[in-house]
């Protein structure tokens, strides 16, 4: 199979001719059509994230069809589709498992970073980590939901009942959960990097009430606020724009240094909480609600042999939206 694969940090993915991997008796094998980009693929290739396999095919929004069971899988059928998230192992007997919160599982391991992911033309899962994908969403559409879906959709929910939210960095995850905030009548302040005029346009579109730059305050004082740019001077930023007794939510799996700041801006019952992962039940609760409200994703596809070209897209800012890998 062709597969593209990471040999070293910091260095560019490389076009390679593996054999097909084999599932386990508690595996599928998918015959992947469509894997999503992610920030958190950027952060395994530039070194952010320390501990990746090498070599190591990336990519944890996998869209495709089984193509094969192990002896033990009863839950999927040959050609059923199914999708691939981040978190792609747990071991169900630590005391994070065990009180449901297996997204902090201390054995936990990774798609597209202790296993080999998507950015391939086969890929094998365990069977209880992957989901059916829902109707109408076709293959392209449906990777985003996968992980900018899904650990947008855990963020969001750490935002509580916030009526006034905001989103810092307006990319994959903040153009999926705008949809679901206005579908449940909230207002969405959009924050993006400063000049990012086509960013702030891509977010009035699809509902904002007001978009601007990242160091900005917003019109209003929000009631929550969730930070989706890996960058750690908006949380006081974002501290300093929420009412009190409002969460500010960090997002992302790695984020640079956050400053010092005074305590008065955290003060008065501020919360600041980060989010780590999902679990299988945040999968299957945003998988449910995603056709009702109903969710678009925008995407820009590239095939598997431009992975670079789509991870140096997404490093710039030109992706409004989501870059996916379309394998043919």
């Known amino acids: ?194 000049g990012d005029v086509k960013g702030q346009e891509f977010a009035l579109n699809l509902g904002a009430v007001w978009a601007g730059c990242s160091e900005d305050l917003p019109p209003v004082p929000l009631d929550a606020a969730i930070i989706f740019a890996p960058i750690g001077s908006l949380v006081p930023t974002a501290l300093r724009a929420v009412v009190k007794g409002g969460v500010v939510v960090c997002a992302g799996i790695h984020m640079s240094n956050i400053p010092a700041f005074p305590y008065e801006i955290l003060w008065e019952e501020r919360v600041l909480r980060s989010v780590a992962n999902l679990t299988r039940r945040d999968g299957e609760e945003f998988l449910a609600l995603a056709p009702q409200v109903p969710i678009r994703t925008e995407v820009h596809p590239f095939p598997l042999v431009q992975a670079n070209e789509a991870l140096d897209a997404l490093r710039s800012g030109k992706i409004n939206g989501a870059a996916v890998i379309v394998v043919e």
């Open 1 to 194: 199979m062709r597969a593209m694969i990471l040999e070293a940090q910091g260095k560019l993915l490389r076009v390679a001719e593996l054999p097909i991997p084999q599932p386990n008796s508690q595996q599928v094998l998918i015959r992947v059509r469509a894997c999503g980009v992610c920030r958190t693929d950027l952060h395994i290739v530039d070194g952010e994230l320390t501990q990746p396999k090498l070599p190591l095919i990336l990519g944890h929004q996998i869209v495709g069809t089984v193509a094969a069971v192990g002896e033990q899988v009863q839950q999927f059928q040959i050609g059923n589709r199914v999708g691939v998230p981040w978190l792609g192992h747990t071991c169900n007997c630590c005391r994070y498992c065990l009180s449901g919160r297996e997204n902090l599982c201390d054995y936990a391991q990774f798609t597209g970073y202790q296993i080999d992911g998507g950015y391939a033309e086969y890929a094998v899962a365990d069977a209880q980590f992957c989901f059916p994908i829902p109707e109408g969403y076709p293959d392209l559409q449906a990777a985003p939901l996968l992980c900018a879906g899904l650990i947008g959709y855990r963020s969001y929910r750490m935002a509580e009942d916030a009526e006034k939210i905001g989103f810092y960095g307006f990319g994959a995850a903040a153009h999926i959960l705008i949809q679901l905030a206005r579908y449940q009548g909230r207002e969405v302040y959009a924050f993006t990097r400063a």
